[in-house]
């Protein structure tokens, strides 16, 4: 079982590059988010997902895009990178409410 | 809007010592979940202790024990015989309908020995 998946785990970019940050979940759950964390703001959602086939957007969703072909599969598509994409990015996965949502071990993203 | 605070941007406790981390929210909602969850360096979230709003007993998971006051909108983390491997950066969140995590922007906690 290995829970959520992130790739990669490093990556630099330059400007106006694009790229797709991916993500993928074995415990068949519902829930799927992307979040941004910064110093000194927290973890920031940018889009999530309640199932296939359905997205929303959060707070901090300009610049990136998501789908949701598969309940296992939640990639987050940065369109044309900027400096102030700089970050570190974590996907989350939940069977909902109560159980809190499992965490990939992040990507680390610089953006130059 | 739904919001965390925590108030406490960096805490430091002698090992062995207990420490208190708070965190207050703001919600209209009465159903909602609680958690606190522990970032070391290595970056991984990991879960510690969570609570359901509508139970009054708090929850304790071994050293680690939550303060819930319900009416204030409080939920506070002790850690008990605080440990080296207790050094982390401390995030409260809560869920409530829609299943949307919402932070705080963290607790840095420093265990010295």
């Known amino acids: 079982n290995a829970g959520v998946t992130q790739t990669p785990k490093f990556q630099v970019l330059k400007t106006g590059q694009s790229m797709t940050l991916q993500c993928a979940q074995d415990m068949n759950h519902e829930y799927m988010s992307w979040y941004r964390q910064d110093p000194g703001m927290g973890l920031r959602l940018i889009h999530y997902?309640?199932?296939?086939?359905?997205?929303d957007q959060g707070e901090v969703p300009n610049g990136y895009n998501v789908s949701r072909s598969t309940t296992e599969d939640f990639p987050l598509r940065l369109l044309s990178a900027a400096p102030s994409q700089t970050s570190v990015y974590f996907c989350?996965?939940?069977?909902?409410?109560?159980?809190?949502?499992?965490f990939g071990s992040g990507t680390r993203l610089t953006v130059v | 809007a739904q919001t965390v605070t925590q108030s406490q941007p960096e805490m430091s406790v002698q090992e062995a010592e207990t420490v208190t981390l708070s965190c207050t929210y703001d919600?209209?909602?009465?159903?909602?979940?609680l958690f606190w969850y522990k970032q070391p360096p290595s970056r991984q979230m990991i879960l510690v202790i969570r609570?359901?709003?509508?139970?009054?007993q708090n929850a304790t998971e071994n050293r680690f024990s939550v303060n819930f006051q319900k009416a204030a909108k409080s939920f506070s983390l002790k850690i008990s015989d605080s440990q080296l491997g207790d050094t982390a950066m401390y995030f409260c969140?809560?869920?409530?309908?829609?299943?949307?995590?919402?932070f705080g922007t963290g607790t840095s906690l420093t265990v010295i020995p």
């Open positions: 989350a996965s939940s069977q909902g409410g109560f159980y809190g949502y499992t």
């Open positions: 919600t209209s909602e009465n159903n909602y979940y």
């Open positions: 969140a809560f869920i409530q309908a829609g299943n949307q995590f919402y």
């Open positions: 609570q359901e709003a509508y139970k009054q």
């Open positions: 997902s309640v199932g296939a086939g359905i997205t």
